[in-house]
């Protein structure tokens, strides 16, 4: 530790950090524009200025940039002298010279760090009486809006942009008081993580596009801790609503996991919540039609499918752990499905035994972005996990820290690092079947079947280990490289393996497992991560069950009279002639979904279950980490928890079966949880994911709104000015409204939003951390279920099952899945933004390939014609198809005839 001495008050602070942070994370307030903890310092705005003192003698001192300051023993120096203060003032005049008088409209107003910033200054009084600059904004797309004359040129955006994200598609432009911001000529942002900008950006040039829409001012939002649904990293989020809708998703800090940035389909694909495919109401299939219900009949209806016979339960990936467990107690083991083909549950729960028995370090995201050498194995990440595709994007920068540690220029001085390694070689190989967003910052990438990425991935682990099983007759070229990859990543301190589910390939993962085996004999700190497809995948290969094949089997015996299906969409998994068959063959079928599916049609029973926003639960991501959502939006009845109507359906049973009695007794979330643990040992640690529904802080719930929210009758004034109790939830432990406890130290897992006086912006998230950039005060976000430092007692255990080559036959393709970030996923694509995001279908080829602008490709359930599309790099004899449109047909990888759409047919 290092002690400072900030106006007259010794305060122990880290080395290795600048003034700027030190006076942060002691509690002074000091303003600044353009250093942000994961972008490092520049000194573009000024605004930090202090000064400082040469010793205790020095009544002078100088005025110094405390973001481009490094921390020394014994530094004296002061925040409060006068003329760092008039300094400060000064440059916040100039910068607001040309900055509208709009806070009254501005999307920013009551969350703005610039106003923050202004206030802290003191200045309040505008001198400038002259035009002001003024420029024309831009059309950036479905997701960011452009209002450029708010701009005061701190280079935040394009510094996240371009150096960080990766994107090349927006720059800055002119100079002096013409500094343009944005694109080239108006179009849509190209990046991932466009979205960040709205919270990167302290003022309100970049905003939320859609929450323009329906906006609402920051102090009239109630909030909540939720975790994102759309893949299985699991960041952290807030969700914010209004008047019962949900209105925007938000980052939420998790030191571990996504920490200050959202990827932008979990920041906009949470549109399936308020689309018009929405259950609402019970429905009943009468006639082919399905009618509105009520909640008693529709318990009649069920108790009297019931009644029939056998029930059988297929549960979803991505339903809350307590929708599944109940589900389970509902129909029993021997009646519980996953949800998932069987080779999707064997790979799900092949990924889970690896990462479970893996001898190495399960490393986080965060730590991820360390790695000094990095292989990605047969898997896109950037499409599947795209936050963790940009962890590995900054991994690549590890070679430029060791350059600029040699050199003594702290990693923090952004430019300077940068400018070191520009030459600094990349530590990172991608090893998949088509071009992903990594490509550019590879030091190597190589195209080729999966069965042949894995023979590869094999060799590797066989050049690292000679007792891992050898590869025969590899081609000179891969032997070659699987050497060069061996030696980098035994020559790395931190080494990381990646792969995945994506192309259906059981053998990429073992390839990637026996080669993070191989490293961790020699190297404790060689990690291993596996992309699995669901944000609750994990949590389901956890509890087991039957697969779908099972469950078809049974049905065609005639065993299953009921069948309960839990927030799955069956025809993402089973071909349209599955599906048919299966209902034929079940008298009965009760859905259960917040979004209607096409089974919906076929069902005899509909329930309208919450969205991730309208209840509480539990989801496991990839790595083990179980995390708790909180609901923020209370629909009116009957939309309920999934757990509460499984338990409902089971209280209808007169008598319910023995096997029901504990779930007809719970009472709320821990109850469902506290039986789970006795179940489900391995998953017992997740009740301690947050605090339960009575955690009390101070004696008081914590409040879900700011202390500045409007009054409640005046919400309701149209139909009554009576003060309304506002709604309030069994499960969580919020009020939901402004009266409550709230502070820096509350829980980490509870934090429903970010603000500590004078700081309003997403910036007062500093006031939470002890130290910036590191953990939250209230502790960890979640609980890990697989210990981070792997298994302690195990070895190198290989697979010897090495897939043959891949042969390339004529007139047919290996059919692959082309997984896009937008229109892939099954719940953003009802998002209205993110859809306005997602490109036509099309069948991508290799070039050589490509005879015509349509191909027929030829299917389990028929032929399909396809435009085309070329793909750079692709090999010979393999397709592309849209992950979303062939899902429903049949399962990856598949081999398939091609054949040319006729000449007259094309004209046509």
């Excluded at 299985?232 to 969700?239: E, L």
Aim: proline content about 8%; glycine content about 8%; charged content about 20%.
């Amino acid at each position: 530790m290092t002690s400072i001495r900030i106006d007259g008050r010794d305060c122990p602070t880290r080395a290795g950090i600048n003034l700027l942070q030190a006076c942060l994370e002691a509690g002074a307030s000091l303003p600044y524009f353009c250093w942000h903890p994961e972008l490092g310092s520049v000194g573009a705005c000024r605004q930090c200025a202090i000064k400082q003192f040469s010793g205790p003698d020095d009544t002078k001192g100088r005025i110094v940039m405390a973001c481009m300051t490094p921390v020394s023993e014994n530094t004296i120096i002061s925040i409060d002298d006068p003329e760092a203060r008039d300094f400060r003032a000064s440059i916040i005049e100039w910068m607001m010279v040309n900055h509208p008088h709009d806070c009254p409209v501005c999307e920013e107003g009551g969350e703005c760090h610039l106003r923050d910033m202004t206030v802290m200054t003191g200045h309040n009084t505008r001198r400038y009486r002259f035009t002001k600059r003024t420029h024309r904004n831009q059309d950036l797309g479905p997701f960011v809006k452009h209002e450029m004359n708010r701009c005061i040129a701190c280079y935040r955006c394009v510094r996240f942009y371009r150096d960080y994200a990766g994107g090349d598609d927006l720059a800055v432009f002119a100079s002096h008081d013409n500094v343009y911001f944005g694109r080239a000529e108006d179009g849509t942002l190209q990046n991932a993580f466009s979205g960040n900008l709205a919270e990167i950006c302290p003022t309100g040039v970049f905003t939320d596009k859609p929450f323009s829409a329906i906006y609402t001012r920051k102090w009239d939002l109630r909030g909540a801790p939720s975790v994102c649904v759309h893949c299985a990293v699991g960041c952290n989020t807030i969700a914010n609503a209004r008047e019962e809708t949900l209105r925007r998703v938000l980052n939420r800090y998790n030191a571990d996991v996504n920490r200050y940035l959202l990827c932008d389909r979990g920041r906009f694909g949470h549109g399936f919540v308020n689309a018009p495919t929405r259950i609402r109401t019970p429905l009943r299939g009468i006639g082919g039609q399905q009618v509105p219900i009520s909640m008693a009949d529709a318990l009649t209806t069920f108790a009297r499918m019931a009644a029939q016979g056998r029930i059988v339960g297929i549960a979803s990936t991505r339903a809350a752990l307590e929708t599944c467990f109940s589900l389970h107690a509902l129909v029993g083991p021997q009646n519980f499905c996953t949800g998932q083909t069987r080779h999707e549950q064997e790979c799900t729960e092949l990924a889970h035994a690896l990462l479970a028995r893996h001898p190495g370090a399960l490393p986080t995201l965060h730590e991820m972005e360390s790695a000094d050498a990095v292989l990605v194995l047969g898997e896109d990440v950037c499409a599947t996990a795209p936050r963790l595709g940009l962890s590995l994007r900054q991994s690549v920068r590890q070679a430029s820290f060791h350059t600029a540690d040699d050199a003594k220029v702290p990693r923090w001085m952004d430019a300077a690092v940068r400018t070191l390694g520009a030459q600094c070689p990349s530590g990172l190989y991608v090893l998949t079947p088509a071009p992903t967003d990594l490509d550019g910052v590879a030091a190597q990438t190589r195209r080729a079947a999966p069965d042949d990425i894995a023979r590869l991935g094999f060799a590797i682990a066989h050049e690292i280990d000679p007792a891992a099983p050898p590869v025969i007759d590899l081609m000179p070229d891969d032997m070659q490289l699987a050497a060069r990859i061996a030696h980098t990543l035994v020559a790395a301190r931190k080494p990381l393996v990646v792969s995945g589910m994506q192309y259906g390939a059981p053998a990429l993962i073992q390839a990637a497992s026996s080669i993070a085996a191989a490293l961790a004999r020699a190297t404790p700190e060689a990690g291993l991560s596996l992309v699995l497809p669901e944000c609750n995948s994990m949590g389901l290969a956890m509890m087991g069950g039957l697969s779908l094949e099972t469950v078809m089997e049974q049905a065609r015996a005639g065993e299953i009279s009921t069948l309960v299906i839990v927030e799955n969409d069956l025809t993402r998994h089973l071909s349209q002639a599955d599906v048919a068959e299966l209902v034929a063959a079940v008298p009965d079928i009760v859905v259960i979904d917040h979004t209607a599916t096409p089974l919906c049609q076929q069902a005899g029973l509909v329930l309208p279950v919450a969205a991730f926003s309208e209840c509480s639960g539990t989801l496991v991501s990839q790595e083990g980490r179980a995390q708790r959502f909180f609901q923020v939006v209370f629909p009116p009845a009957p939309i309920q928890a999934g757990w509460r109507w499984i338990q409902a359906l089971a209280r209808s049973l007169d008598p319910p079966a023995p096997h029901m009695t504990g779930l007809t007794g719970w009472q709320d979330l821990d109850d469902v949880l506290a039986a789970l643990a006795p179940v489900f040992p391995h998953l017992a640690p997740a009740t301690q994911a947050a605090p339960g529904a009575d955690y009390r802080m101070n004696g008081q719930k914590l409040r879900s709104q700011t202390y500045r929210a409007s009054g409640r009758t005046v919400i309701r004034s149209y139909i009554s000015v009576r003060d309304q109790p506002p709604p309030s939830s069994p499960d969580t432990p919020f009020s939901s409204s402004m009266e409550g406890a709230y502070g820096p130290d509350m829980p980490a897992a509870l934090v429903s939003g970010y603000q500590a006086s004078p700081w309003n912006s997403v910036q007062a998230l500093n006031r939470f951390q002890h130290e910036i950039g590191g953990p939250l005060r209230g502790g960890d976000c979640g609980i890990r279920l697989l210990s981070r430092a792997g298994h302690p007692d195990a070895k190198a255990a290989y697979a010897t099952d090495i897939p043959r080559p891949h042969a390339v036959q004529a007139d047919t393709v290996l059919v692959l899945p082309d997984t896009r970030l937008f229109g892939s996923d099954e719940l953003s694509t009802l998002s209205p933004p993110v859809m306005a995001r997602a490109t036509a279908p099309t069948l991508g080829l290799p070039a050589s390939m490509v005879t015509s602008g349509r191909m027929v490709l030829h299917l389990d359930d028929g032929p399909h014609v396809l435009p085309v599309e070329p793909v750079p790099g692709l090999p010979v004899g393999i397709a592309l198809c849209p992950a979303h449109m062939v899902a429903r047909a049949f399962r990856f990888p598949q081999m398939a005839r091609l054949e040319t759409v006729p000449d007259e047919e094309e004209r046509s």
